[in-house]
């Protein structure tokens, strides 16, 4: 395996792990955003890999940020200007403990991926002084 192909492992990790955390940041600040009576409003956010045989190796296009299709939460708020019929509230259906969970472990393997590359550069850094 070349030396560079090393550092892709890790440039790639740190590339999923940065697109989990953007999704949890964002799927965090509308968890509590009052939908639209419409139906379109904030859908959470998940990131999918693309890992078919046929795909390319390490390739940063295949790590994409999707919308699930989940229905929204409902509350009892009959007071609320934002109440339907019914009297429910609808927000966007995330759970923030979820949420903090990816959030913590995303950081955690982001950070696990730049201490592997930077090891990585070490470890050339001193093959490279050997040859003077």
């Not at 030396?3 to 600040?29: F, L």
């Not at 390739?59 to 989940?70: E, H, S, Y």
């Amino acid at each position: 395996m070349a030396v560079t192909e090393v550092m892709n492992v890790s440039d790639y990790g740190m590339h999923y792990q940065k697109m989990r955390i953007d999704a949890a940041t964002i799927n965090i600040a509308n968890a509590n955003v009052i939908q639209p009576l419409s139906g379109n409003g904030f859908q959470a956010l998940t990131v999918q890999l693309d890992n078919t045989l046929d795909s390319a190796m390490f390739d940063k296009d295949n790590v994409k940020m999707q919308t699930t299709n989940v229905a929204d939460r409902k509350v009892f708020q009959p007071d609320h200007p934002a109440a339907d019929t019914q009297g429910f509230v609808h927000y966007a259906n995330v759970d923030v403990a979820e949420q903090m969970v990816i959030l913590t472990e995303a950081t955690r393997a982001y950070e696990a991926n730049v201490k592997a590359f930077n090891a990585q550069m070490s470890i050339n850094s001193k093959a490279l002084e050997i040859g003077k």
